[in-house]
Each structure stands twice: as structure tokens, then as C-alpha cells.
């Protein structure tokens, strides 16, 4: 019987072992990510075959297992048959969910027409060209550019990174003071929260990017990213005031610009199937979404 270990921040050394050698194309396979939602999403691990496998309760209530990270073709089926028994014997309502398209067609070419699967929608990833990010040039971008020009004109501001005194306690607090706002009997949003707070507090570890942008000498947004490999960055936390208008354009532009100049792609992960949130990461126009799916055999 397989026997899964809780996530937890000691974990890195062994996902980083596992992690290194891929160019995953969503952000789910970021040990950043796992981290986070640890606790959301209940994610837990154990090896089998040689391969790091990850299980993970998804937003709907249903536990699945991620992709299996370092398998072979070899000894695929031999993992998913061990999968699928677990799956059976513990009532799990689908196999695999955050599949890609290369784990997709692997299991194609083993199964055939016994594979089942679907789209995950609402937890496709919004990727970017870096450069339109940062120049925010072009008829489609040029609301954008006309809200950056206007904050930059309008408030007395300062880009601090997450090294400098205060800088972390400071996003801590604004990140309490934003989940109060927004809505505190939202469970995910706690579960948020105190994601946001390990990653903050674990930020060298992780070897994290973090800037906090402050106007008037108080934080009024922060960025927490990553660079996932030589091509692609991501944006795992962005929280800014509204009262203070054009704070996100100027934040997404200013963080990208300064950190993340070098990779060609930007990610800022799903929208969750919430309508505000796809509208805002629609209007960046993405290149490309990065999708995963669900798969059952």
C-alpha cells in the first residue's frame, strides 16, 4: 500500500531532485505553487518506480494524482496500474488531474482508446509574451499603458525589494488587511493567506522575487514570482489596493521589468472559473493558455 507524506517546507530538497530536470509548461509543477496550497488542496507525496508522485484534493472536493515526475516509458504502466488500484480502493472520482500535453500523449500511446479525458478549463494557465508585459505597447495593451503612465504621474511612489527592513512584515500585514476585505468566510482565501505567509517567511529558500510598492510611504501592492526555467517566469501572488488606481498595471509592469526581463514567457496561472479574475487576465491578451486536464482510464 502506498503510504503519502504531507508537503511541507522540508520537502524542497526532494521535489528540487525530481523538478530539476523538466520544462513543465504550467505552473503546477512549481514547488512554490505546491507549497502555497499545501494546505488548500491537501497535497502529499510518495515515490513509486523511481517516480515522485503527488496527490492533491482539487478546488472542487475530489482528490487525484498530478503526473508522475521522472517516469519512463518503461515503467508507466506499471505506475498507473499501482495508481489505479489506490484510486479504487480509496474512491477517488478521477486518476489524474493537471496533466499536460506530453504526460496526455504518453498515456495515449499506452491505452488507447481506454483513456478518457477532458479539459480543466478553468484552471488554465494565462502565459505572456515577456516583452508586451513590460512595454505594454500595441492598440490591445494601450488602456494599460494609459493607466501606468497616469499612476506614475499621479502618486509620490518607491519599488522596494523584499530585502530591505520592513519590506516583509509590511506585505504580511497588507496580505490580513486585503483577505479582511475581501472576504474572510472564503476558505480558500485563508488557505491563501497562509501560503502567502511561509512563502514569505521561507522567501530565500525558495529563491523568490519579491517587490512591495509603496505610495506615501505605505505598502500599497506586492509581487511574489519565480523564474520556473530559462524561458518562463511566474507570477504566484499579486495583491494591491484598489483605492489606489492604476496600482496593478504599474506592479505587473514594474516586477516583470525589473526580475523578470530576461525570460520569454510570463505566467500568471488560472482564474478559477472566477469571472473578475478571467476578465482581468484576459485583458493582457496571453500568447497562449497553458491547459491541463482530467483523465480517467
Same mark, same amino acid.
Given at each position: 500500500?502506498?503510504?503519502?507524506?504531507?508537503?511541507?517546507?522540508?520537502?524542497?530538497? #526532494?521535489?528540487?531532485? &525530481?523538478?530539476?530536470? &523538466?520544462?513543465?509548461?504550467?505552473?503546477? &509543477?512549481?514547488?512554490?505553487?505546491?507549497?502555497?496550497?499545501?494546505?488548500?488542496?491537501?497535497?502529499?507525496?510518495?515515490?513509486?518506480?523511481?517516480?515522485? *508522485?503527488?496527490?492533491?484534493?482539487?478546488?472542487?472536493?475530489?482528490?487525484?494524482?498530478?503526473?508522475?515526475?521522472? &517516469?519512463?516509458?518503461?515503467?508507466?504502466?506499471?505506475?498507473?496500474?499501482?495508481?489505479?488500484?489506490?484510486?479504487?480502493?480509496?474512491?477517488?472520482?478521477?486518476?489524474?488531474? /493537471?496533466?499536460?500535453?506530453?504526460?496526455? %500523449?504518453?498515456?495515449?500511446?499506452?491505452?488507447?482508446?481506454?483513456?478518457?479525458?477532458?479539459?480543466?478549463?478553468?484552471?488554465?494557465?494565462?502565459?505572456?509574451?515577456?516583452?508586451?508585459?513590460?512595454?505594454?505597447?500595441?492598440?490591445?495593451?494601450?488602456?494599460?499603458?494609459?493607466?501606468?503612465?497616469?499612476?506614475?504621474?499621479?502618486? /509620490?511612489?518607491?519599488?522596494?525589494?523584499?530585502?530591505?527592513?520592513? #519590506?516583509?512584515?509590511?506585505?504580511?500585514?497588507?496580505?490580513?488587511?486585503?483577505?479582511?476585505?475581501?472576504?474572510?468566510?472564503?476558505?480558500?482565501?485563508?488557505?491563501?493567506?497562509?501560503? *502567502?505567509?511561509?512563502? #514569505?517567511?521561507?522567501?530565500?529558500?525558495?529563491?523568490?522575487?519579491?517587490?512591495?510598492?509603496?505610495?506615501?510611504?505605505?505598502?500599497?501592492?506586492?509581487?511574489?514570482?519565480?523564474?520556473? %526555467?530559462?524561458?518562463?517566469?511566474?507570477?504566484? @501572488?499579486?495583491?494591491?489596493?484598489?483605492?489606489?488606481?492604476?496600482?496593478?498595471?504599474?506592479? %505587473?509592469?514594474?516586477?516583470?521589468? %525589473?526580475?523578470?526581463?530576461?525570460?520569454?514567457? @510570463?505566467?500568471?496561472?488560472? /482564474?478559477?472559473?472566477?469571472?473578475?479574475?478571467?476578465?482581468?487576465?484576459?485583458?493582457?491578451?496571453?500568447?497562449?493558455?497553458?491547459?491541463?486536464?482530467? #483523465?480517467?482510464?
Amino acid at each position: 500500500m502506498l503510504k503519502f507524506n504531507p508537503l511541507t517546507i522540508d520537502s524542497k530538497g #526532494v521535489f528540487d531532485k &525530481y523538478l530539476g530536470g &523538466y520544462n513543465f509548461a504550467t505552473c503546477e &509543477y512549481s514547488f512554490t505553487s505546491l507549497l502555497i496550497w499545501k494546505n488548500g488542496c491537501d497535497i502529499s507525496y510518495t515515490k513509486l518506480d523511481d517516480a515522485l *508522485i503527488v496527490k492533491k484534493r482539487g478546488f472542487d472536493g475530489k482528490y487525484y494524482f498530478m503526473q508522475p515526475i521522472g &517516469y519512463t516509458k518503461e515503467s508507466l504502466y506499471d505506475i498507473v496500474s499501482k495508481l489505479r488500484e489506490y484510486k479504487n480502493d480509496h474512491d477517488m472520482s478521477y486518476l489524474f488531474g /493537471d496533466v499536460e500535453d506530453s504526460f496526455l %500523449n504518453d498515456l495515449k500511446e499506452l491505452y488507447g482508446d481506454d483513456i478518457s479525458y477532458k479539459e480543466d478549463i478553468d484552471n488554465f494557465d494565462y502565459i505572456y509574451d515577456t516583452s508586451k508585459l513590460i512595454s505594454l505597447s500595441g492598440k490591445k495593451l494601450h488602456s494599460k499603458k494609459n493607466h501606468y503612465n497616469k499612476f506614475i504621474k499621479t502618486y /509620490d511612489y518607491e519599488i522596494r525589494d523584499f530585502s530591505e527592513p520592513g #519590506v516583509k512584515d509590511d506585505c504580511i500585514e497588507s496580505a490580513k488587511i486585503w483577505y479582511d476585505i475581501k472576504n474572510s468566510d472564503n476558505e480558500y482565501l485563508k488557505y491563501e493567506l497562509d501560503g *502567502i505567509n511561509e512563502i #514569505v517567511h521561507n522567501i530565500e529558500k525558495l529563491n523568490l522575487l519579491a517587490i512591495g510598492v509603496y505610495v506615501n510611504d505605505k505598502l500599497s501592492a506586492f509581487t511574489i514570482g519565480e523564474k520556473m %526555467n530559462d524561458d518562463t517566469g511566474i507570477i504566484h @501572488i499579486e495583491k494591491g489596493f484598489p483605492d489606489i488606481n492604476g496600482i496593478y498595471t504599474f506592479i %505587473n509592469k514594474a516586477f516583470v521589468e %525589473n526580475y523578470l526581463s530576461d525570460v520569454k514567457y @510570463i505566467n500568471r496561472e488560472q /482564474d478559477l472559473g472566477i469571472e473578475g479574475l478571467r476578465k482581468a487576465k484576459k485583458s493582457y491578451h496571453p500568447i497562449v493558455m497553458g491547459k491541463k486536464y482530467i #483523465v480517467n482510464l
